[in-house]
């Protein structure tokens, strides 16, 4: 019988069993609306208050300092739009420096802002690993920089930025400083002192929580209005009724993931250097992406000379293998991803991605059985290319 393997952690988690049972008395015992008055909504007001206490204890922050959005992608679009609107207002502010690399939650929200609202986006520079190096936000910041805004770790190629550094800069130069956290919070510090920033985005899904909940960390005293307006949930800078289950299972979700991130992390990250090992020593013309060291210990990441990735994905998962290209790249027409253009490979590789994340239900044999079926596929690639 063939396997079915899950390598594909960096896209969505399987729900932690333990963060279910916390959500299921919201669905039906303790059902409503948290703003009603009445019994029943002040039984669900304590659950999202409490749950506002773990997120915040988690983060090293107040309560008050933490807004429930429904993904990380709101979250990111809350932070980017909503401080760029307001210190374009108040100071003419219309300048966004953003790293090259991030997430289309991202960079296509500053895209927008270019295109629509007069803003001037310019990009970082980043190392071969796409690393940003804070000197360079030093040496870019301006008078009129609204915002700067770096991935903390990349969700293609799983390098992670120095964070505290770059949020150092940015506090000395007085620039809000906004993190997508959403890849690297299942593994990494979230403690936002000691990152210095001002805004930092997660989503429940990437830590072993339920999809469509996540949240924003906006330092006290950070101009910011909302995007989504109606009533005055979430201190008016998210409108809409309150998740309730899915907010208490973000809570529950992100401490089990931070409590546990270093035994978990460390047990992956034996897995991933012995794949990397493992690839880059059987398979020719393969390399690394993403910084050796300095990475996310769940994430592998790939490229192969002369492979379609799309065709390597199919052939993979027609064995049974569920990886990925890194990039939401369509069928048909490929286009290499901006991550990898930005990391400066050619053509005849960036085309030929692979990305192998780890998770909670990774074992050493799905490694010794991935490795097999990878080789095999991609020399059949390659084969029929020459044919
Ligand atoms: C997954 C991801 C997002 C989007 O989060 P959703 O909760 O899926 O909207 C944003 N940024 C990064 C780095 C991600 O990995």
Redesign the pocket.
């Known amino acids: 019988m063939k396997p079915r393997i899950y390598f594909d952690y960096?896209?969505?988690t399987p729900v932690d069993e333990r963060v279910i049972s916390a959500m299921l008395p919201y669905f039906t015992n303790i059902y409503g609306n948290p703003s009603s008055i009445h019994l029943f909504g002040q039984q669900a007001e304590a659950a999202l208050e409490t749950a506002r206490d773990t997120v915040a204890r988690t983060l090293n922050c107040l309560p008050d300092e933490v807004i429930f959005t429904?993904?990380?992608?709101?979250?990111?679009n809350l932070a980017i739009r909503g401080v760029c609107l307001t210190r374009q207002r108040n100071y003419g502010a219309n300048h966004i420096l953003i790293s090259p690399v991030?997430?289309?939650?991202?960079s296509h929200t500053t895209l927008q802002l270019e295109e629509f609202y007069g803003f001037q986006v310019e990009y970082l520079p980043v190392d071969q690993y796409g690393m940003v190096h804070p000197d360079d936000v030093a040496t870019r910041i301006r008078q009129n920089t609204a915002l700067v805004s770096v991935?903390?770790?990349?969700?293609e190629i799983g390098t992670v930025n120095p964070i505290s550094e770059i949020g150092a800069v940015c506090r000395q130069k007085g620039v809000p400083f906004h993190t997508?956290?959403?890849?690297?919070a299942v593994y990494l510090s979230v403690d936002v002192e000691s990152l210095n920033v001002d805004l930092m985005?997660i989503?429940?899904?990437?830590f072993y929580g339920p999809?469509?909940?996540?949240a924003l960390y906006i330092r006290k005293g950070t101009e910011i209005i909302p995007c989504q307006t109606g009533g005055g949930q979430e201190y008016s800078l998210r409108a809409g009724t309150h998740n309730v289950p899915y907010i208490v299972g973000l809570a529950e979700a992100f401490q089990l993931a931070q409590k546990e991130s270093k035994e978990r992390g460390d047990r992956l990250q034996k897995l991933r250097e012995k794949l990397i090992h493992e690839v880059l020593s059987k398979i020719p013309a393969s390399k690394l992406t993403g910084h050796p060291t300095q990475r996310m210990p769940n994430h592998t990441s790939f490229i192969f000379e002369n492979v379609d990735g799309n065709t390597l994905l199919v052939l993979l998962d027609s064995v049974g293998f569920a990886c990925s290209s890194g990039s939401a790249c369509k069928t048909g027409n490929p286009e290499p991803s901006s991550v990898l253009m930005a990391l400066g490979i050619p053509h005849s590789w960036a085309l030929g991605s692979l990305r192998v994340t780890l998770g909670v239900n990774t074992i050493p044999e799905h490694i010794d059985m991935l490795l097999p079926a990878l080789e095999a596929s991609i020399s059949q690639i390659r084969k029929q290319r020459k044919l």
Not at 151 to 155: D, G, K, P, T
Not at 203 to 206: I, L, Q, T, V
């Open positions: 960096a896209a969505t429904s993904c990380g992608t709101e979250s990111d991030e997430h289309h939650a991202v991935i903390y770790a990349n969700n997508d956290a959403v890849q690297a985005s989503g429940a899904h990437k999809k469509g909940v996540g």
